[in-house]
């Protein structure tokens, strides 16, 4: 039995908690907040649980296996980091950490203690991401040309960090997991209106060949698009994630050029084939992603979301704020 403290209870800590709650192999041994608020909210959603403001209390408990960290993205580090110390296991919210030299010194802590970090990538999980590289890896939509994603709508703004550490991370990571070929370089431009911080941008990522990705995050959009579109030499492929049912859309639509005898003579064939729509699971990502945490913690497993993983979307992300910086000059990877 994994006993898990969890440090933060605030937007995204009650999902963490109850879904814990609901599995077997773990049980939630205490929950802590420095809001009085938080900590009223979950005193009085969890009787039975001790409530602390102290994170070392959770931090140094013997009775304590494991932490989750769903705090700000500042206090990642030294949070994972003395957890890390205190031999206890370490599932973090995403984006890992503020920097890469910060990814890199937990990722070789935990490798020192022999201990698992995961990184809470949920999207991962979801049944429509899995689905998408289960056709990837069977070669249907063939050889990739471009990946474009919108995830738009209006807020949540942040205090602390700007649209592209708040929204852009669930993206990189999807890409990062669908895209086998490693990324080369990366460009974004975008603009902040209200508070000082980015809450508009367009993201570029280059890869190997001619394939290309496009990212757009907003905090600014009059409505919630969750879309992402997916070229490929066989098929084309659209994700809508608020879609209910039909998530996933396979189109047998494409391209084929072929040169004819004269100069000029370029030959544009257009396929438009089918269109269907596969199954998708409609399990509870992040209940899946929790379990699957325990199981890599039990049977000493390294999650593919893992702190080396979650080190590659923190490195897009430094290179995103780098570019922003210079008006969209290409930053190499």
């Known amino acids: 039995m994994i006993r898990i403290g969890v440090i933060g209870y605030g937007y995204w800590g009650p999902n963490i908690v109850r879904n814990l709650r609901g599995l077997d192999g773990c049980q939630v041994a205490a929950i802590c907040d420095l809001s009085p608020t938080a900590r009223k909210r979950a005193g009085q959603a969890y009787p039975d649980l001790p409530v602390t403001a102290t994170p ?60 698992t970090m995961m990184v809470d990538h949920t999207f991962l999980f979801t049944g429509a991401v899995r689905k998408i590289r289960e056709l990837l890896d069977d070669g249907v939509l063939g050889d990739l040309y471009y990946y474009d994603s919108a995830r738009v709508n209006l807020g949540l703004f942040q205090h602390d960090v700007s649209v592209v550490w708040d929204l852009a991370p669930h993206d990189l990571a999807i890409m990062d997991f669908l895209i086998q070929e490693k990324p080369e370089a990366v460009s974004a431009t975008g603009g902040a209106h209200l508070n000082g911080l980015i809450d508009v941008a367009f993201i ?121 910086k210079t008006r969209g000059r290409p930053i190499q990877l």
């Open 56 to 115: 070392s209390e959770l931090l140094t408990s013997a009775q304590i296996d494991a932490i989750a960290v769903v705090t700000p993205v500042y206090t990642h580090f030294e949070l994972a980091k003395a957890a890390l110390q205190h031999g206890k296991h370490v599932f973090i919210e995403k984006p890992l950490t503020s920097t890469t030299q910060q990814a890199e010194e937990l990722i070789e802590l935990a490798e020192r203690q022999n201990l």
């Open 204 to 324: 570029t990522v280059y890869f190997p060949g001619n394939m290309i990705a496009h990212v757009n995050v907003n905090w600014l959009s009059p409505v919630k698009v969750r879309t992402t579109l997916i070229g490929g030499e066989k098929k084309m492929l659209v994700w809508n994630d608020l879609e209910a049912d039909e998530k996933i859309k396979v189109y047998d639509k494409g391209v084929q050029m072929t040169h004819g005898h004269g100069l000029y003579d370029l030959l544009v064939s257009y396929r438009s084939g089918d269109m269907w729509a596969p199954r998708v699971e409609q399990a509870e990502a992040l209940k899946v992603e929790l379990d699957y945490f325990v199981k890599c913690v039990t049977k000493g497993q390294t999650p593919f979301n893992d702190g080396v993983a979650g080190a590659r979307v923190v490195k897009l992300l430094e290179g995103v704020e780098e570019s922003l």
